[in-house]
Nanobody, 124 residues
Framework: QVQLVESGGGLVQAGGSLRLSCAVSSGTFGTYATGWFRQAPGKEREFVAALHWSGGIRDYADSVKGRFTISRNNAKNTVYLQMNGLKPEDTGTYFC?????????????????WGQGTLVTVSS
């Protein structure tokens, strides 16, 4: 069973930065596209960012474009989300997941059960 372990969340003031990490226990990590999602209190989970398995193609939600950067280290089976210029509306629990098709990630079609996520709270 593949496990997804997110970390790096915390409390930060508006305008601040955080770097999230997601460790994936899959030997085939390097062949899958990866993505980040978030869920604000009382709202549905939404797409944030996706990254092609090669690391060469990125896709972002309009709300985070220009502020967030997704990256990966295939040797460490880890995907990252660098978040700069944080806003209170970025508050939520952040999750990662994978799929063989990068386009599916934006649609919310993912391969594995969700991990625990990591909580990001941005104060105004």
């Amino acid at each position: 069973q593949v496990q997804l372990v997110e970390s790096g969340g915390g409390l930060v003031q508006a305008g601040g930065s955080l770097r999230l990490s997601c460790a994936v226990s899959s030997g085939t990590f390097g062949t899958y596209a990866t993505g980040w999602f978030r869920q604000a209190p009382g709202k549905e989970r939404e797409f944030v960012a996706a990254l092609h398995w090669s690391g060469g193609i990125r896709d972002y939600a309009d709300s985070v474009k220009g502020r967030f950067t997704i990256s990966r280290n295939n040797a460490k089976n880890t995907v990252y989300l660098q978040m700069n210029g944080l806003k209170p509306e970025d508050t939520g629990t952040y999750f990662c997941n994978l799929d063989s098709d990068m386009a599916n990630i934006r649609r919310g079609r993912i391969m594995y059960a969700w991990g625990q996520g990591t909580l990001v709270t941005v104060s105004s």
